[in-house]
């Protein structure tokens, strides 16, 4: 049973912080890792991919992969209170194609 | 809009009835998914299809479910029999395999079972 686990949060972070959102899988066969944000009421919307160890940013995101401690994250520099949603970590990978979520951390920016 | 879209995007039916909901995949994309999201939980995969060939199923898409995905294009996911556990928001996503299939997600169809 593949699992990927999160904290549920909520994570509060003042505006102009970093967000640091964690994730952990159990899938040691897992090859591609996703971070989704979902407004309240909305569907997923994707932020950030990646596949190899280390860091890939784009813009204010960063992701981080670590395989072998089956861990990935997302930093989320000069937060903005638009940023506040729930972030989904999701994984796909030993022969499978769909995806497979976490329950998502809430966070929440204070302006 | 050039997005995957969903209908209907709310749906009540009484418990026992059929449903059955629609996803237009974006233009290109031979990957298509359903997921089922309840509150406070993520996205649980259901089953997805390439081109129109129904690749893999969950253990969660009991036997009263089924989806179909003719010429590959739009798909449609039915539940027969509804029961008030089925009410949920239903996810459809779409990828392209030349693009690392990248699943990207419609608005979805909420189901309500009274």
């Known amino acids: 049973q593949k699992e990927v686990e999160q904290n549920s949060g909520p994570l509060s972070v003042p505006e102009g912080a970093i967000a640091s959102l964690n994730c952990t899988y159990s899938?040691?066969?897992?090859?591609?890792f996703f971070w989704y944000r979902q407004y309240s009421g909305k569907s997923p919307e994707l932020i950030m991919s990646?596949?190899?160890?280390g860091d890939k940013e784009d813009g204010r995101f960063t992701a981080q992969l670590n395989k072998a401690s089956q861990y990935v994250s997302l930093l989320i520099r000069d937060s903005q209170p638009s940023d506040s949603a729930t972030y989904l970590c999701?994984?796909?990978?030993?022969?499978?194609?769909?995806?497979?979520f976490g329950k998502g951390t809430h966070l929440i920016i204070q302006p | 809009d050039t997005g995957v879209s969903q209908d209907p995007r709310h749906k009540i039916t009484k418990r026992g009835q059929n449903v059955t909901f629609r996803c237009d995949p974006i233009?290109?994309?031979?990957?298509l998914y359903w997921y089922r999201q309840t509150l406070g939980q993520g996205p649980e995969f259901l089953t997805y299809?390439?081109?129109?060939?129904?690749?893999?199923k969950s253990r969660l898409l009991s036997d009263r479910f089924s989806a179909e995905r003719p010429k590959g294009s739009f798909s449609t996911l039915e539940i027969q029999r509804t029961e008030q556990g089925d009410s949920a928001m239903y996810l459809c996503?779409?990828?392209?395999?030349?693009?690392?299939?990248?699943?990207?997600f419609g608005a979805g169809t909420r189901l309500s079972v009274l």
């Open positions: 996503a779409s990828s392209f395999d030349k693009t690392k299939n990248i699943q990207y």
């Open positions: 899938d040691r066969v897992s090859q591609s």
């Open positions: 990646i596949y190899s160890n």
């Open positions: 999701a994984v796909r990978g030993g022969g499978a194609d769909g995806l497979t």
């Open positions: 233009s290109e994309h031979n990957r």
């Open positions: 299809f390439q081109n129109e060939a129904q690749l893999e």
